[in-house]
């Protein structure tokens, strides 16, 4: 398998541009999460989906972003109107069920001008 | 809230030196930890576990130790190489809406001088 896949890995746009990153979990797995890291507040986590369904979207910062997993192999994370604020690396996991290791894919790098 | 962190941002090894860094958690119903290591540019990987009915496991040059008393955690490594050269998070699941959830720690990074 290989692994989480997520796209694209680097990202440059202006302020008020719409963003979608895309991920590919690891097949069979059945749980998602979109991760955003940066140095001043690290790994938090953004949006949580078991089975396709969000179930926990808590640490969405605001109404400016949106989560969707239309299928079991595909998830966007989408930012519209993106701000300078929103410049992160943005991390996709996937993991098989409860109790076990999430699986991270190599991010992606989000910068907003 | 509960969160988890870790007492040292930078951890500076010889090659070939132990190293041990360190994780507090204060989720008590917490009961199952991770380590990931994160190296630069690339996601966060796995690199043990440990359930709560556990207090140590180990694997290829690599311990963690669990305290439950003192919810402390830590990650050893065994004759440190310069490809250890890293960030260490530790994480632990947290009960979020039915679900566990990974909820990581700020992150240790470890230097391996040659």
């Known amino acids: 398998d290989a692994g989480v896949i997520q796209s694209p890995r680097h990202e440059v746009t202006e302020m008020g541009q719409e963003v979608t990153l895309r991920c590919k979990p690891i097949?069979?797995?059945?749980?998602l999460f979109w991760y955003r890291q940066t140095m001043m507040r690290g790994l938090e986590l953004l949006i949580y989906?078991?089975?396709?369904?969000?179930?926990?979207d808590s640490g969405m910062p605001e109404d400016r972003f949106s989560a969707k997993m239309p299928n079991a192999s595909f998830s966007t994370l989408k930012i519209q109107p993106s701000e300078p604020r929103d410049s992160a690396v943005y991390f996709c996991?996937?993991?098989?069920?409860?109790?076990?290791?999430?699986?991270f894919g190599q991010g992606t790098r989000l910068t907003v001008v | 809230g509960e969160s988890v962190g870790l007492h040292l941002p930078t951890l500076s090894v010889q090659e070939g030196d132990n190293s041990i860094i360190n994780c507090a958690y204060s989720?008590?119903?917490?009961?199952?930890f991770i380590w990931y290591k994160q190296e630069s540019g690339k996601g966060p990987q796995f690199i043990i576990d440990?359930?709560?009915?556990?207090d140590k496991r180990q694997g290829q040059r690599v311990t963690v130790l669990l305290n439950k008393t003192v919810k402390h955690l830590s990650l050893q490594i065994a004759a440190t190489q310069p490809g250890d050269s890293a960030v260490y998070f530790c994480?632990?699941?947290?009960?979020?809406?039915?679900?566990?959830?990974?909820?990581f720690g700020r992150g240790t990074s470890l230097i391996v001088h040659p």
């Open positions: 994480a632990e699941n947290i009960a979020s809406g039915g679900s566990y959830i990974p909820t």
């Open positions: 996991a996937s993991r098989v069920g409860e109790g076990t290791e999430a699986f």
């Open positions: 989720n008590s119903a917490s009961d199952y």
């Open positions: 989906f078991n089975n396709n369904v969000p179930i926990d």
């Open positions: 440990i359930r709560s009915n556990m």
């Open positions: 097949s069979g797995h059945n749980s």
